[in-house]
């Protein structure tokens, strides 16, 4: 069965204080692996897709990487805007569904 | 563009009563999810539609909950006989059809069951 794992399970930054949100997987033929932005009261804002072991993407203050088990979700000097739930999902080949983590809640003081 | 649209954003009902859910999806998008978010879980697949065919419904937690879709527009998600384990928020999304992996989530539409 497909699991994702994310930690921790909330963080607490200072503006500028850099930091990574982990996500560990297990699934069987990764298809792609999701990072969304959730702010309180709305839907999961999608942020990057992942396809293979080495690929990174970057938006902004944000860079998602991926190996073989994990992503990491690296968050450079953050802004109190940046506060939010991170949730990853992974998608096995053949699926269309995502599973998803429970998410981090990052909260960046001014 | 516009982007995925719920209705309602929120409801509350009795135990017991039937609710309907409706969904939006992004003009074009030809697959379209339903996922269920309760408080301190992650999001859990409910189903997928292709087109007006669901492929997918492995994540319908029992025969109290139902979805259709119109074409490659509209979808409804009915639950019956409402239980207060029902509460949560529930959430759509629309992906295009030559590139499913991507999912646009629509904003919920969070139900209570009292």
């Known amino acids: 069965e497909d699991q994702v794992t994310q930690s921790p399970e909330a963080l607490r930054l200072q503006e500028g204080e850099s930091s990574s949100l982990n996500c560990s997987y297990t699934?069987?033929?990764?298809?792609?692996l999701f990072w969304y932005r959730q702010d309180p009261g709305k839907g999961p804002e999608f942020l990057f897709t992942?396809?293979?072991a080495g690929e990174e993407k970057e938006k902004e203050r944000l860079k998602a990487t991926l190996t073989k088990k994990e992503s990491f979700l690296h968050i450079t000097a953050p802004k109190p805007e940046d506060s939010a739930t991170y949730l990853c999902?992974?998608?096995?080949?053949?699926?269309?569904?995502?599973?998803f983590g429970k998410g981090t809640k990052l909260t960046v003081n001014p | 563009g516009a982007g995925v649209s719920q209705s309602p954003s929120n409801k509350v009902t009795e135990k017991g009563k039937d609710v309907e859910l409706r969904c939006d999806p992004i003009?074009?998008?030809?697959?379209l999810y339903w996922y269920r978010q309760r408080l301190g879980q992650g999001l859990e697949f409910l189903i997928y539609?292709?087109?007006?065919?669901?492929?997918?419904k492995s994540g319908l937690p029992s025969d109290r909950f139902s979805a259709e879709r119109t074409g490659e527009s509209v979808s409804t998600l009915t639950i019956q006989r409402t239980q207060q384990e029902d509460s949560a928020v529930y959430l759509c999304?629309?992906?295009?059809?030559?590139?499913?992996?991507?999912?646009?989530f629509g904003p919920g539409t969070r139900l209570t069951v009292l």
């Open positions: 699934v069987s033929g990764l298809r792609g």
């Open positions: 992942l396809y293979s």
């Open positions: 003009s074009g998008h030809t697959a």
């Open positions: 999902a992974v998608q096995q080949g053949g699926s269309e569904k995502l599973v």
């Open positions: 539609f292709q087109g007006n065919s669901a492929p997918d």
């Open positions: 999304a629309s992906s295009h059809g030559t590139r499913q992996g991507t999912q646009y």
